[in-house]
């Protein structure tokens, strides 16, 4: 089975990153050689994210998860990849999901397996890391309970979740379930300050 918790290796193995693992934790082939290394040092966010990494079995163990947001192009995307990256090489099992997808599978039963074998609602509520991109607030109030019921079962199980959106703060702690969870469990992790999409890009602050 390719979705049980698994313990976390000491060390990283890059070794283990090959295009198979990769795929099976559903990491766009655009965001396998990202890194944070290109990130300028004054933006703050790099610091989190690799205060973060540093420190990834602790808070692997406790279920602590981020929530990246800042405006489309930023970043986000990368910065959970990069995470799912170095939770990989250490042998945790990961997986990414955009949030429409998650919620159109849960809402229409589509009990089609995951990339990594798993049965889809198992797969996402067990794995060492979930990766919730492009996190959206819905009108329709059993959608938005289908999402919170995934996330609260990982934050029941304490497992952490990765949740990356273009919504602006307000937005997300409008929602009173997640603003329950996230004061509680998440580093809310802002990312502004380079826009990745301009040629080349551009960082207001340098
Ligand atoms: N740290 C990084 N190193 C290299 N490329 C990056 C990095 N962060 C983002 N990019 C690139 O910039 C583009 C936009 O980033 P993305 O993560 O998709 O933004 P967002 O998810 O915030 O809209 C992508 O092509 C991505 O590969
Ligand atoms: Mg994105």
């Known amino acids: 089975m390719f979705y049980e918790r698994l313990p976390l290796s000491a060390e990283p193995n890059p070794d283990i990153l090959t295009p198979t693992v990769l795929r099976r ?27 973060y990494i540093m420190k990834i079995h602790e808070y692997e163990r406790g279920g602590y ?25 250490r042998r945790a099992r990961c997986f990414t999901v955009r949030c429409a997808v998650m919620v159109d599978r849960l809402w229409s039963k589509n009990r089609q397996e995951l990339p990594n074998g798993a049965p889809f609602e198992e797969g996402l509520t067990n794995v060492n890391f979930l990766f919730i991109d492009d996190f959206e607030v819905y009108d329709s109030k059993p ?21 990356a959106t273009n919504l602006k703060w307000e937005d997300v702690f409008d929602l009173p379930y997640l603003k329950s969870l996230l004061k509680d469990r998440y580093w809310p992790c802002p990312v502004t300050g380079i826009n990745w999409r301009d040629n080349p890009p551009v960082s207001p602050n340098r």
Do not use: C
Not at 25 to 51: F, M
Not at 65 to 89: D, N, Q, R, V, Y
Not at 143 to 163: G, H, S
């Open 25 to 51: 934790a559903d990491i766009g082939e655009s965001y396998w050689d990202d890194n944070l290394d290109a990130i300028p040092d004054h933006l703050s966010y790099k610091d989190l994210v690799a205060g």
């Open 65 to 89: 998860g981020l929530l990246l947001a800042g405006p489309f192009g930023t970043g986000k995307t990368a910065l959970g990849s990069i995470i799912l990256k170095e939770a990989l090489m």
């Open 143 to 163: 959608k938005n309970n289908a999402v919170e019921q995934i996330i609260y079962a990982r934050y029941a199980r304490r497992l952490p979740t990765i949740i």
